[in-house]
């Protein structure tokens, strides 16, 4: 499983996918109306923040799977920006929560 997933992780098509993935993720969030919350297109939005949060969250896995969590050195959570990673979208997975 680990084998599969790091194949998949280090393919070129997943990586520029991700890319992909942030880029839309940030211009949905640029796009939200912050005077009309109830707006239908911060509703159709918000429906894409599931989506994209989802992706990442996926993502995370994945990679988690592959270096692991934090034990051992090269562990997914040792690099100061996969932590970011985490909290941004542990973060949205809380807020969802709470809704």
């Known amino acids: 499983l680990r084998v599969k997933c790091h194949a998949l992780i280090n393919h ?4 520029n996918l991700i890319l992909v ?3 839309l993720s940030s211009i949905s969030l640029a796009a939200e109306d912050p ?3 109830h707006s239908p297109r911060n509703h159709i ?3 894409f923040d599931y989506a994209f949060t989802s ?3 996926v993502e995370i ?3 988690m799977t592959v270096f692991g969590g934090f034990l051992h050195k090269g562990s997914f ?3 100061w920006f996969n932590l970011l990673d ?3 979208v542990g973060v949205s997975l809380i807020s969802f929560g709470m809704q």
């Open 21 to 23: 993935f942030i880029i």
């Open 61 to 63: 896995l994945l990679k």
């Open 12 to 15: 070129h098509i997943f990586t």
């Open 55 to 57: 992706i990442f969250t």
């Open 77 to 79: 959570l040792r690099n």
């Open 35 to 37: 005077v009309r919350a």
């Open 45 to 47: 939005l918000g429906y």
């Open 86 to 88: 985490v909290l941004v």
